[in-house]
């Protein structure tokens, strides 16, 4: 439907779709397949929004996480750090969209063995999360867990040791 044009006429409907499928397409590892439909979503929201928009920051955050997948580092340190700073210009202060950049960033920073600077990240994303999710009362356990646990493995330190509020 998309490749015939039928949802054409609905641009930012067809954009999220196509995202869907290609993250679909890198979560069963498709990485072929899902390379060109997730480079397509980030050109296509440069050309639909032309300035900043959470639809191209989610689309150059896919992009980034299928490229770190794939090792390409570079590219995808890039990409996540582009879209991080448009969520911060278009979610000024503590948002849940710039808590998921910085884990996003981090997880990156984890990978390149920068591990004092994706532990800062991380702490960051933990305490941004806390703040924006526990004034809209959403649960954050899930994200604190992940948190956690990359920062013990950063520091080789046990869980609990790692608890903002102790230090």
């Not at 067809?14 to 397949?33: C, K, P, S």
């Not at 296509?44 to 989610?58: G, I, M, N, P, V």
């Amino acid at each position: 439907r998309i490749e015939g044009g039928e949802l054409a006429a609905a641009p930012e409907a067809e954009l999220r779709l196509m995202r869907v499928i290609g993250n679909t397409y890198r979560d069963v590892a498709q990485y072929d397949a899902a390379e060109p439909i997730l480079r397509s979503t980030v050109s296509k929201a440069r050309a639909l929004f032309q300035t900043d928009h959470l639809e191209l920051a989610l689309s150059q955050s896919s992009l980034a996480e299928l490229l770190r997948l794939r090792g390409d580092l570079d590219s995808a340190e890039s990409l996540f750090r582009d879209a991080l700073e448009m969520n911060r210009r278009l979610f000024p202060g503590d948002h849940p969209e710039v808590a998921n950049g910085l884990e996003n960033l981090a997880g990156l920073l984890h990978t390149r063995g920068d591990l004092a600077s994706a532990e800062s990240l991380m702490r960051q994303a933990l305490e941004m999360a806390r703040r924006a999710f526990e004034a809209q009362e959403v649960p954050i356990g899930a994200l604190l867990v992940l948190g956690e646990e990359v920062l013990a493995r950063a520091s080789n330190a046990p869980i609990s040791s790692l608890d903002p509020t102790a230090h």
